[in-house]
């Protein structure tokens, strides 16, 4: 079980505790959602009556990770009103996603467009190649459905004959989907959506306890006890990644450093699980932000006109001037962000993204067909 919550504290921590300990009231349930609702109108606030706001972005933390203040606009929430969806001002608002962008709120200059991406599942990409996990190496370089096929590898069931995420209404996976007590309901599956959550909780937990404790695993739907039992399904059927990580974990906390894979150490204080973890974490998150940083430092020298707007960690918005060639730039950077990089362990893995370019009034231009 969590940690027991404190009885004075109503901090998100302290309600999060409450609510994985099985805690249900229309008291605690509005309290929750005030804090949610809060948090936005915060950020909204920070920017009314702002035309122009300057972040402030600092690559200080332990992990390489970059910091943004003033207003942390990677920290944005996803839930900020987007006032063309025709749903706001209904009582369905809240339950639509596209009710709400954060992502309106900000955009580039007259005569300037951002070049945005996203590293594809980067972390889980690297912790299957430090690993060495086989099956989520080549889910992932053959474009697999890896939640699906993680949800019967779990279950221990039979994989269906697509496994691509067409498998979810092909006909040619109808008696696969038939075949699942109750039937399987699409990509939306409450099973694959447990694992899925679970697969992403245990990238850097070890244990059921771990994930109990992980933020937003209260969102899951499902009870503590639940949590649980769909854990251990899962990290029993991924014996070659909870090996790897224990042994990781046990090196970083006896020897006291962890290494990126690109070489860069971090000393690691605390006790023997603050040590295990942190050092887990700086040689995959740590090796994520290496890995940006790289490409900045390269982006920046062959285009010193264009400026970093924000590092999401997992991603960048970079300014470019409308005379730039968009084509020109994905020349130059696509060959830089999506390749192959080997692990420490040696089992290669290929680094694929999302891109779009995002104009001065806001619309976003999906930039698939540009290779």
């Known amino acids: 079980m969590p940690k027991k ?39 909204v606030r920070m920017m009314r009556g702002v035309e122009r706001v300057h972040p402030l972005m600092l690559p200080t933390q332990a992990s390489g990770r970059w910091s ?60 299957a190649a430090d690993s060495g996990d086989q099956e989520d190496l080549e889910a992932f370089s053959k474009g697999y459905d890896i939640h699906t096929i993680r949800t019967c590898r779990a279950l221990r069931h039979d994989l269906p004959p697509l496994l691509t995420k067409a498998l979810h209404g092909d006909p040619s996976c109808q008696a696969w989907r038939d075949s699942w007590n109750p039937p399987w ?49 899962y990290l029993k059927s991924k014996a070659t990644l909870v090996a790897h990580k224990r042994r990781i974990w046990d090196d970083c906390a006896k020897a006291g450093v962890s290494y990126t894979w690109f070489g860069r150490r971090r ?59 968009v084509v020109e730039v994905m020349a130059f950077l696509r060959p830089l962000v999506e390749r192959d990089v080997t692990s420490p362990t040696g089992h290669a893995v290929n680094v694929t993204a999302s891109w779009e370019v995002i104009h001065a009034d806001l619309k976003r231009e999906p930039l698939k067909a540009i290779r």
């Open 267 to 325: 000393r690691l204080y605390g006790n023997w699980e603050t040590r295990a973890k942190e050092g887990w974490s700086h040689r995959i998150s740590g090796t994520v932000s290496d890995y940006q940083n790289q490409i900045i430092i390269r982006l920046q020298s062959e285009y010193p006109e264009s400026h970093l707007v924000l590092n999401r960690h997992d991603g960048l918005d970079w300014a470019f001037p409308v005379d730039t060639p």
């Open 5 to 43: 919550p404190s009885l004075t504290s109503v901090d998100q921590d302290a309600l999060f505790r409450w609510k994985m300990r099985g805690a249900s009231s229309p008291l605690l349930d509005a309290r929750v959602k005030y804090m949610e609702v809060e948090g936005i109108a915060r950020y």
């Open 185 to 233: 309901s699409g990509g939306e599956d409450r099973r694959r959506h447990a694992f899925k959550t679970v697969g992403y909780a245990t990238l850097y937990a070890l244990t059921a306890k771990g994930v109990l404790q992980s933020k937003g695993i209260d969102k899951l739907g499902m009870t503590p006890e639940e949590i649980v039992k769909f854990t251990n399904l």
């Open 68 to 127: 943004t203040t003033g207003p942390p606009l990677v920290n944005f929430p996803p839930d900020c009103i987007n006032p063309e969806c025709p749903l706001v001002g209904t009582e369905h608002a809240y339950a639509r996603s596209e009710c709400w962008s954060a992502r309106d709120v900000v955009g580039p200059d007259e005569g300037w467009y951002w070049l945005h991406y996203d590293l594809d599942s980067i972390e889980a990409k690297w912790a």
